[in-house]
């Protein structure tokens, strides 16, 4: 990490809801809460808690020095909403297999 970049990772005590319009994308309880200096807190929710049926990969890619190549997901009418690091650094290991939308509800 870059001096003074700090990433941590730890399981979220939330239950955790993607909405986009009235259809639920995702909903777990299972989610973990990566904490990034000078980002706010992101929701990862694991693949299997997420509606993939209802999302389409997207051609959109973006890269992070601290978590490696990000692939994005998208809704008809609602662009790269949804995004993850299928191979991430392996100091962010943890966030394989999991998808980061840019809205959740919680409660």
């Known amino acids: 990490m870059a001096e003074g970049h700090k990433i941590t990772i730890e399981q979220a005590d ?3 809801r993607a909405v986009h319009g009235d259809q639920v994308l995702a909903e777990t309880s299972r989610a973990l ?3 990034e200096t000078g ?3 992101r929701y990862y929710i694991p693949a299997e808690d997420v509606r993939l049926d209802l999302l389409t990969p997207s051609d959109t890619h973006t890269h992070c020095p601290f978590k490696g190549t ?3 997901w998208s809704l008809p009418g609602a662009a790269d909403l949804a995004w993850a690091y299928p191979d991430p650094k ?3 290991s943890e966030i394989k297999d999991h998808l980061c939308f ?6």
């Open 14 to 16: 939330l239950h955790l």
């Open 90 to 92: 392996p100091e962010v």
């Open 102 to 107: 840019y809205e959740v509800e919680v409660s």
């Open 70 to 72: 990000a692939s994005y």
């Open 39 to 41: 980002c706010p807190p």
């Open 33 to 35: 809460v990566l904490s």
